[in-house]
């Protein structure tokens, strides 16, 4: 392809899905139309991979084919452009790869390349970044962010976050529902994502009202995890109630610091664990110990990017996100990361900033333990007040034939 008079530049989605991140490529699309900087912006499918792969979409082109293309974008879950786990390595010591992605954004006239992504995504944005500036390219390397597990440094919160957090919430109600029916003594134990930091978990919280206190207990991997202590807890509780319902974090280690699940699980490319069976082994815990009936859920991938139960402040927070990037990468922003800055609580209120990436990469936020109550097993209202805004309003979503209707992903299969 040739140069054209007008730059051009590229968006990539990498890690794992959410509700919002479609959202926040929204935004970079309608950021990029409304530019007067940028003529296409092209996808790229299955993260950086397809960079190195040669597998890229024109999304300018894609979205004049498609009727609301960008309206149904926005609440379509999951990543319409993909995803991978790609690490890069460092160039000092491999710079084929970097080569090879910087020799196509010449080619190409790219002058931006935007990561949708989480912690390691942003590990690919700060090592493009670095590259770039050893070798003096103008190409703004920006990341924008994304992950259920909030865990990001510098931003209040991630987009991503809310969703799942309403997910998460409604379905500890719907299980608090179920359960309580029953006047026979039982333990419900749900096991909820979250390696190193509880932010989801803690959102269960949120399920409690005026009739309803369940979960009962709250289980975080910022504290460190008791066994005899859970199951005292459990069974103090039994004494006043017929029903216990438990959420607790797939990553609650011991004292010692080890997973009480999966403690020799194999790692993935950035080296963290593959975690999963942490409610398993609790409810043959109690059902050994208290001989109550037990039962263990695990939500698993359903809160990811259930888009049915998304926040529409997460939705609108990761349209304006992408819109930003588009902007900042005008004014020639580079190895940053859009953040997000809580100016008020009431009226909820954020600003947007870019942030070093250097200081966001390769960190993880954890719930403050002031927030945790000293105990251990239940979250402050600190925690609630932060985290209720994030779960406000519900987006309103096209129907067909009873179900909802999103963006066709034939590209990907």
Same mark, same amino acid.
């Given at each position: 392809?040739?140069?054209?008079?007008?730059?051009?530049?590229?968006?990539?989605?990498?890690?794992?899905?959410?509700?919002?991140?479609?959202?926040?490529?929204?935004?970079?699309?309608?950021?990029?139309?409304?530019?007067?900087?940028?003529?296409?912006?092209?996808?790229?499918?299955?993260?950086?991979?397809?960079?190195?792969?040669?597998?890229?979409?024109?999304?300018?082109?894609?979205?004049?084919?498609?009727?609301?293309?960008?309206?149904?974008?926005?609440?379509?879950?999951?990543?319409?452009?993909?995803?991978?786990?790609?690490?890069?390595?460092?160039?000092?010591?491999?710079?084929?790869?970097?080569?090879?992605?910087?020799?196509?954004?010449?080619?190409?006239?790219?002058?931006?390349?935007?990561?949708?992504?989480?912690?390691?995504?942003?590990?690919?944005?700060?090592?493009?970044?670095?590259?770039?500036?050893?070798?003096?390219?103008?190409?703004?390397?920006?990341?924008?962010?994304?992950?259920?597990?909030?865990?990001?440094?510098?931003?209040?919160?991630?987009?991503?976050?809310?969703?799942? +957090?309403?997910?998460?919430?409604? &379905?500890?109600?719907?299980? !608090?529902? %179920? $359960? =309580?029916?029953?006047?026979?003594? @039982?333990? /419900?134990?749900?096991?909820?994502?979250?390696?190193?930091?509880?932010?989801?978990?803690?959102?269960?919280?949120?399920?409690?009202?005026?009739?309803?206190?369940?979960?009962?207990?709250?289980?975080?991997?910022?504290?460190?995890?008791?066994?005899?202590?859970?199951?005292?807890?459990?069974?103090?509780?039994?004494?006043?109630?017929?029903?216990?319902?438990?959420?607790?974090?797939?990553?609650?280690?011991? +004292?010692?610091?080890?997973?009480? &699940?999966?403690?020799?699980? !194999?790692? %993935? $490319? =950035?080296?963290?664990?593959?975690? @999963?069976? /942490?409610?398993?082994?609790?409810?043959?815990?109690?059902?050994?110990?208290?001989?109550?009936?037990?039962?263990?859920?695990?939500?698993?991938?359903?809160?990811?990017?259930?888009?049915?139960?998304?926040?529409?402040?997460?939705?609108?927070?990761?349209?304006?996100?992408?819109?930003?990037?588009?902007?900042?990468?005008?004014?020639?922003?580079?190895?940053?990361?859009?953040?997000?800055?809580?100016?008020?609580?009431?009226?909820?209120?954020?600003?947007?900033?870019?942030?070093?990436? %250097?200081?966001?990469?390769?960190?993880?936020? @954890?719930?403050?333990?002031?927030?945790?109550?000293?105990?251990?097993?239940?979250?402050?209202?600190?925690?609630?007040?932060?985290?209720?805004?994030?779960?406000?309003?519900?987006?309103?979503?096209?129907?067909?034939?009873?179900?909802?209707?999103?963006?066709?992903?034939?590209?990907?299969?």
């Amino acid at each position: 392809m040739g140069k054209s008079k007008k730059k051009n530049c590229i968006v990539a989605q990498s890690g794992g899905p959410t509700a919002a991140i479609n959202a926040s490529l929204a935004g970079v699309i309608q950021g990029v139309f409304c530019s007067e900087s940028f003529q296409t912006i092209y996808g790229s499918i299955n993260g950086i991979l397809g960079i190195l792969n040669g597998r890229l979409m024109d999304l300018t082109k894609r979205s004049k084919e498609l009727p609301h293309f960008i309206e149904t974008l926005k609440t379509s879950p999951s990543m319409y452009l993909g995803s991978c786990r790609y690490k890069l390595p460092d160039y000092k010591e491999d710079s084929e790869p970097y080569q090879q992605i910087f020799q196509l954004f010449d080619t190409m006239n790219v002058q931006a390349f935007f990561y949708i992504g989480g912690n390691d995504s942003m590990d690919t944005v700060m090592k493009l970044g670095h590259y770039g500036k050893q070798i003096g390219s103008p190409v703004s390397i920006i990341g924008i962010p994304k992950t259920i597990d909030n865990d990001l440094c510098v931003t209040d919160h991630t987009p991503g976050y809310g969703s799942a +957090a309403k997910f998460v919430a409604s &379905s500890l109600l719907e299980i !608090a529902h %179920d $359960t =309580f029916i029953y006047a026979v003594k @039982s333990v /419900t134990i749900v096991e909820i994502m979250g390696r190193d930091a509880g932010w989801l978990t803690a959102a269960a919280a949120l399920a409690r009202n005026n009739y309803n206190a369940a979960p009962h207990l709250i289980y975080l991997p910022e504290v460190p995890f008791s066994k005899e202590t859970f199951l005292e807890d459990v069974r103090h509780l039994l004494t006043t109630r017929n029903n216990v319902i438990v959420a607790v974090s797939e990553g609650i280690r011991d +004292a010692d610091g080890h997973y009480i &699940s999966a403690t020799n699980a !194999a790692a %993935d $490319t =950035f080296g963290h664990s593959q975690l @999963s069976g /942490t409610g398993k082994v609790l409810e043959h815990m109690v059902k050994k110990q208290l001989g109550v009936k037990v039962r263990s859920i695990e939500l698993n991938v359903l809160q990811r990017c259930s888009s049915h139960t998304a926040s529409l402040t997460d939705l609108n927070e990761s349209f304006q996100l992408g819109c930003k990037a588009v902007e900042g990468a005008e004014q020639g922003q580079t190895m940053c990361m859009l953040t997000l800055h809580r100016t008020s609580q009431n009226p909820y209120c954020v600003n947007v900033h870019f942030s070093p990436v %250097d200081n966001i990469a390769n960190q993880s936020k @954890s719930i403050p333990r002031e927030w945790i109550n000293k105990t251990g097993n239940d979250v402050t209202p600190q925690l609630l007040d932060y985290m209720r805004p994030l779960i406000q309003g519900e987006p309103a979503l096209q129907y067909q034939d009873g179900l909802p209707v999103y963006l066709p992903i034939d590209h990907l299969l």
